[in-house]
């Protein structure tokens, strides 16, 4: 359907831009659509001129010698009209208004009074309210019509035929509204139940698109701390080493060690880029070749005395051998950077079953010194090691010593 076709609901809210609907048919259905008041006041009118004239030729056959008996049935026929203007939101009472005449007057003449408003009105209930309410307003109404009218076959036995036969044909007449209306009031709540779904539709979609979208911050936002922390943190290590030095070799060595991590972050950032760039649902895994002994080796550079203890062969998905190199370079960093003048810092690792249990551990912590950090980076931690279904914890277990524990399974395989 090509947009010239198509209109929006309400151009004030995104949700409503993006749903579109097939405009209704004919100049005539979309200005009745668009303008219900004067519509319902048509129809009002209308209904009266074909009520009045009736009642001035029949009103003298049911009582000739009662002047008033017009005027009354003028007077409920205009009542019963005017009433339809509120039919969308009053279906009930409007309905209870226009039978009054069949209930009031004789029969010949309650069909001519009633007949136009009340099959409009029992439409009304049928379409503006539901299916039920305009079935017991139908059994109503035709238990009132047949009551009254016993009442009169009892006055007036005579009256027997002429009273079934209107009685029948106003109950068939409010029949054939009531069916009509049920038939489109069903379609229009079918349309309208489409319609509210589409929006609900529409509304999820947003919402899973800006989950996925802080989801995917948050991810690269923890890769980015885990990578440039744990390699700033190094690299102020060497530089310092370097200044304080007076030995050219030493200082050499600290430059060049200095230039080596910084080129291993810039590949791990490279890798991670690209990775996010071309596939969003690709694991992350360790650049290049790197692994928990190039960490290690990384932090001895820079001062650290790092023992090292690796148990079996790292066999796991990609996903837990990230999350293993992160969380050992997530402690050496929290050791490099919060300890005072740590003299053991132990880093065990072991291998098993496509998982992996890790544990950093140094001294020199102290507890009562404010941390200097946002606790980002033990946050973020716990999110990659909640990511492959592992658990973490970390704080003090000693006067002075800190201990980072994780261990993640190895029955899950490569994650998302």
């Known amino acids: ?10 151009t004030g ?29 048509l129809i009002a009118v209308l209904a009266f001129l074909i009520s009045i004239p009736p009642v001035a030729v029949r009103a003298p056959v049911a009582a000739p010698a009662e002047n008033w008996w017009f005027a009354a049935g003028a007077v409920l026929a205009l ?4 009433a339809l203007v509120w039919r969308r939101r009053l279906p009930v009472i409007v309905f209870a208004v226009s039978i009054l005449p069949a209930v009031v007057f004789e029969p010949l003449l309650a069909a001519t009074l009633g007949g136009p408003t009340s099959l409009i009105a029992i439409y009304s209930i049928a379409v503006y309210r539901n299916a039920r309410t305009c079935w017991i307003a139908f059994g109503s ?9 016993f009442v009169r076959i009892l006055l007036d036995p005579g009256q027997l035929g002429v009273e079934l036969n209107l009685d029948i044909s106003t109950i068939v007449f409010l029949l054939l509204g009531a069916l009509v209306g049920i038939n489109v009031g069903n379609r229009r709540r079918y349309l309208d139940a489409l319609i509210d779904r589409s929006r609900q539709l529409l509304v999820e979609r947003d919402q899973q698109g800006r989950l996925a979208a802080a989801a995917e911050r948050t991810r690269i936002a923890r890769e980015m701390h885990d990578i440039v922390s744990h390699s700033l943190t190094v690299v102020i290590s060497l530089a310092d080493g370097a200044t304080a030095t007076r030995d050219p070799r030493s200082a050499k060595e600290a430059t060049l060690a200095i230039a080596d991590t910084a080129r291993a972050a810039l590949t791990e950032m490279r890798v991670m880029l690209g990775v996010l760039r071309d596939d969003e649902t690709a694991p992350l895994a360790p650049a290049g070749d790197t692994t928990v002994q190039d960490v290690v080796a990384g932090a001895r550079a820079a001062g650290a005395p790092v023992a090292l203890s690796v148990t079996g062969a790292p066999d796991s998905s990609p996903a837990v051998r990230l999350a293993t190199i992160r969380i050992v370079a997530e402690g050496l960093t929290n050791a490099l950077r919060y300890a005072r003048q740590p003299t053991r810092i132990r880093v065990d690792v072991v291998h098993r079953d496509g998982g992996a249990e890790v544990t950093v551990e140094n001294d020199g912590a102290s507890p009562d010194s404010p941390s200097q950090g946002a606790g980002l980076g033990l946050r973020g931690l716990q999110e990659r090691v909640a990511h492959v279904d592992g ?3 970390a704080g003090m277990i000693a006067p002075g010593v800190w201990r980072l524990h994780a261990t993640i399974p190895g029955e899950r395989g490569e994650h998302e």
């Open 1 to 10: 359907m090509s947009e010239s076709r198509r209109i929006v609901l309400d």
């Open 13 to 41: 809210s995104r949700v409503e831009d993006d749903l579109r609907l097939p405009r209704p048919p004919g100049v005539i259905r979309r200005f009745w659509s668009r303008h219900p008041l004067f519509a319902d006041i």
């Open 79 to 82: 009542a019963g009209c005017v």
């Open 141 to 149: 109404a035709s238990a009132a019509i047949l009551l009254t009218s």
């Open 391 to 393: 658990t973490m914890e």
